[in-house]
């Protein structure tokens, strides 16, 4: 730091205030009425367990929503979407969170990746919703940390664990779209940490996460706005309190319902991002 000389106007520069990078007034906002209205008369038609320390995916129709369900003990998911019949249109966890913030909640959406950028799917009813952000920065649902892998622990702690979220889903992507492991790591991504307890340290910016407030029968509910592939891990972290990718947390399964409702009149599917693609040339 000796050859780092601090400016005279040091104070004032750090005491401007910021702007909102991506102002969200001119964002097409979602019709929470029409989702509420069909919310009220729906039939589950699928559903799919999600055992303690591995992965499971199921197809959600566009017009269906998706439940992702605590059953028998507090417990973290690392979700992934898809476009059902092109793997290449994910999630975009970077985006949505330039958008919408670090953590998400009823009325946000999971954007797509480029170039389709659009709504995968709008956060219908999150039963955590009352936790909100605590002391610490802490809150629920992120769209901030990535999903836990073997290759930061081996990095970390030179360890072989293979039922990280990043494994967990791999395997259940090659499952679901009968591919190779291998092509199938290629398609994994960021995560949304479903009930996930996270924010940064206010000293050091660092990633943390804390006891997840999630208890039995609490559930995010998603609005498939197109297709989609939900491949979710149930994380090795458990509640998240203490340790991750390890055998050392309690660990529970996870269920994903997926329900029908009975009428969604004036409801329009997302059209891909309308930029030409040229990009000036
Ligand atoms: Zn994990």
């Given at each position: 730091?000796?050859?780092?000389t601090?400016?005279?106007?040091?104070?004032a520069?750090?005491a401007?205030?910021p702007v909102?990078?991506y102002?969200?007034?001119?964002?097409p906002q979602?019709?929470?009425?029409?989702y509420k209205a069909?919310?009220?008369?729906v039939?589950l038609v699928d559903?799919?367990?999600?055992p303690?320390?591995?992965?499971?995916?199921?197809v959600v129709p566009?017009?269906?929503?998706?439940r992702?369900?605590?059953v028998?003990g507090?417990?973290?998911?690392?979700?992934?979407l898809?476009a059902?019949?092109?793997?290449?249109?994910?999630?975009?966890?970077?985006k949505t969170?330039a958008?919408?913030?670090?953590?998400?909640t009823?009325?946000d959406?999971?954007?797509?990746?480029?170039p389709h950028l659009?709504?995968?799917?709008?956060?219908t009813h999150?039963t955590l919703?009352?936790y909100?952000?605590?002391?610490?920065g802490?809150s629920?649902h992120d769209?901030?940390g990535?999903?836990?892998d073997?290759?930061?622990?081996?990095?970390?702690d030179?360890?072989?664990?293979h039922?990280?979220?990043?494994?967990n889903?791999?395997?259940?992507?090659?499952?679901?779209a009968g591919?190779?492991?291998?092509q199938a790591?290629?398609?994994?991504?960021?995560?949304?940490?479903?009930?996930?307890?996270?924010?940064?340290?206010?000293?050091?910016?660092q990633?943390?996460m804390?006891?997840?407030p999630?208890?039995?029968d609490?559930?995010?509910?998603l609005?498939?706005?197109i297709?989609?592939?939900?491949?979710?891990?149930a994380?090795?972290?458990?509640?998240c309190?203490?340790?991750?990718?390890?055998d050392a947390?309690a660990?529970?399964?996870?269920?994903?319902?997926v329900?029908?409702?009975a009428d969604?009149t004036?409801?329009?599917?997302?059209?891909?991002?309308?930029?030409?693609?040229t990009?000036?040339?």
């Amino acid at each position: 730091m000796t050859d780092i000389t601090t400016p005279k106007d040091a104070d004032a520069r750090r005491a401007i205030a910021p702007v909102i990078c991506y102002p969200t007034d001119t964002l097409p906002q979602p019709d929470m009425a029409l989702y509420k209205a069909a919310r009220r008369d729906v039939e589950l038609v699928d559903q799919q367990t999600v055992p303690a320390r591995d992965g499971a995916s199921i197809v959600v129709p566009a017009g269906h929503f998706l439940r992702i369900v605590s059953v028998e003990g507090p417990q973290v998911g690392d979700l992934n979407l898809f476009a059902k019949d092109d793997l290449t249109e994910r999630f975009y966890s970077g985006k949505t969170r330039a958008l919408h913030g670090t953590h998400i909640t009823t009325g946000d959406r999971m954007w797509s990746s480029f170039p389709h950028l659009r709504p995968m799917a709008t956060v219908t009813h999150d039963t955590l919703a009352w936790y909100g952000m605590d002391a610490f920065g802490g809150s629920v649902h992120d769209v901030i940390g990535t999903r836990c892998d073997p290759y930061t622990g081996n990095l970390l702690d030179q360890t072989q664990y293979h039922h990280c979220c990043h494994s967990n889903l791999t395997r259940a992507v090659a499952d679901a779209a009968g591919i190779a492991m291998a092509q199938a790591e290629t398609h994994v991504h960021d995560v949304l940490n479903v009930f996930m307890c996270t924010g940064f340290t206010r000293d050091t910016g660092q990633y943390f996460m804390k006891t997840s407030p999630v208890r039995p029968d609490d559930y995010i509910e998603l609005f498939a706005e197109i297709d989609l592939l939900a491949v979710l891990s149930a994380c090795p972290g458990g509640d998240c309190s203490a340790q991750h990718s390890s055998d050392a947390a309690a660990c529970y399964p996870l269920l994903m319902e997926v329900y029908k409702p009975a009428d969604l009149t004036g409801w329009v599917p997302p059209q891909r991002n309308g930029y030409d693609g040229t990009h000036g040339r």
